[in-house]
């Protein structure tokens, strides 16, 4: 198998500069949090580091006993793509349970707020027991 | 009467035709019976004008900022009902499909001592609302399921009219189940060891709205219930072995 085209190459190193810069503005944005850009990072640098080196993705694969090369991308691409969508999973369950809790509060608070409201003046100890009718 | 003070709470999401009368006719139960007890009604984040009819009404209502269904709410009511001491919780469906006339069935057993949550079962006398086919074939599932789980027959475990004394709301404080919280939430109080009693009720069809579970959504709901109902298994099961250790 020959080494990657210097074309080639050299659209890899654009892309993944590019895409670089594009993760960093959208931190500097406060668009994206930095603890979720770590992943996106790692990626470019990794895309980065097989554009230089040229022979890397050949001698990996040997190594891993991979004949075809290409297909070792897809299966680390693939895998990585799970582990951060079910880990996104995770964060959304995370967030959806806060969610919850806060909206617990937040409606507290307002019954609160509108039975001190109602009953202002009056010492509005415990909650009240609507008076018998 | 009884000096336990009781919290009715009464889950809305877009119940404006039938919610007043539902709240009017719980207060003529509580004076009938000299209760002491509270309405508390949960505005689900309604779209229509559930949140005017309550505020005009004799009772207390909470206001949910974002619609969490019908387990969020509830769990709303419950962690407000042990926050503010009430000896006894019981939902009541907006919809009317509940009569508070039943209240004292599914309250007796509680002020009894005799059970910590009681559960109103249409099926135990087979009179009233009996719901579709399709629906009690679902019902019969989850019954076999919470049997091999639990076992512990509960016909009617998607039924809502239930009653908690305070021992079983100190656990429904920490955790209510989020979606169709209602078969799931049966797994968890026995593996609580919360002593469970159904009684015979009778139903109505619900007085306005629709219910949230149509055909489409009927495989969906068998779906997530099952994975819901095995879920809380595998969790408080390995949870109160260390607890018990």
């Known amino acids: ?133 | 009467m009884t000096k336990d003070r009781i919290l009715v709470i009464v889950p809305c999401f877009n119940e404006e035709e039938a919610v007043a009368a539902v709240i009017e006719d719980i207060n003529r139960a509580k004076n009938r019976y000299s209760l002491h007890l509270d309405i508390l009604a949960v505005n689900d984040c309604s779209t229509d004008g559930t949140l005017a009819v309550l505020k005009r009404a004799n009772c207390l209502h909470l206001d949910l900022p974002v619609n969490l269904g019908i387990g969020g709410a509830m769990h709303a009511g419950y962690k407000f009902a042990f926050r503010n001491g009430y000896d006894i919780a019981v939902q009541i469906d907006g919809d009317g499909q509940h009569p508070a006339d039943e209240l004292m069935k599914i309250l007796q057993p509680i002020f009894d001592g005799e059970a910590d949550i009681v559960i109103g079962s249409r099926f135990l006398n087979r009179s009233g609302f009996q719901s579709s086919t399709m629906r009690r074939v679902g019902i019969n599932y989850f019954r076999r399921l919470n049997q091999i789980l639990i076992g512990q027959t509960i016909y009617d475990s998607t039924s809502g009219f239930r009653a908690f004394n305070r021992l079983a709301l100190s656990t429904v404080n920490v955790y209510y189940p989020d979606e169709y919280p209602e078969p799931e939430a049966i797994v968890q109080f026995g593996l609580h060891q919360l002593r469970m009693t159904e009684v015979p009720v009778t139903m109505r069809e619900r007085q306005g709205g629709v219910s949230s579970i149509n055909t489409s959504r009927a495989i969906y709901y068998m779906v997530k219930v099952t994975l819901g109902t095995l879920f809380i298994y595998a969790r408080l099961r390995n949870k109160l072995k260390h607890q018990m250790a």
């Not at chain 1, 406060?30 to 850009?37: K, V």
């Not at chain 1, 470019?44 to 080196?53: D, E, Y």
């Not at chain 1, 297909?71 to 996104?88: D, E, K, M, N, Q």
């Open chain 1, 1 to 133: 198998m020959e080494t990657i085209p210097v074309v080639i190459q050299i659209i890899g190193l654009t892309g993944a500069t590019l895409f670089m810069l594009y993760i960093f503005r959208l931190i500097v944005r406060g668009q994206l949090r930095e603890e979720y850009s770590i992943v996106w990072i790692l990626c470019t640098i990794i895309l980065i580091v097989f554009s230089i080196w040229r022979r890397g993705l050949e001698q990996i694969s040997l190594a891993l006993g991979v004949f075809y090369p290409p297909s070792l991308i897809f299966l680390a691409a693939i895998f990585a793509i799970i582990i951060f969508l079910v880990h996104l999973s995770v964060v959304v369950s995370r967030l959806q349970n806060h969610i919850k809790t806060l909206t617990h509060e937040l409606a507290y608070l307002k019954q609160e707020v509108a039975m001190l409201k109602e009953n202002s003046g009056q010492a509005a100890d415990g909650p009240p027991i609507l008076t018998e009718s």
